[in-house]
């Protein structure tokens, strides 16, 4: 259905995916998850739901998350697939 190819499980993998990356990238920055949730302005339970991969993570969030850990979004998602 839609044409688009993407299971339910394949795109489950991809936000695990790219919520495990932003948790090293903010890791690796020194930020708490608290911390980082703050400076983004994103509620910490919400921060804790984008790094473990149970929501759809809008753009906007995205965008938020990236230019705060200085990458762009297509170097978060670079590789997954």
Known sequence: M???GMTIGHMEKQLIAIGA??????SKKGYSQ?????????NRSHMGEV??????????TLLTITTKLEISISALLDGIA
């Open 51 to 60: 790094e473990r991969g149970e929501c759809n993570v809008t753009f906007a």
């Open 34 to 42: 608290e911390a980082f949730a703050d400076s983004c302005g994103i």
């Open 21 to 26: 990356r932003i948790r090293d990238l903010r």
């Open 2 to 4: 839609g044409g688009h």
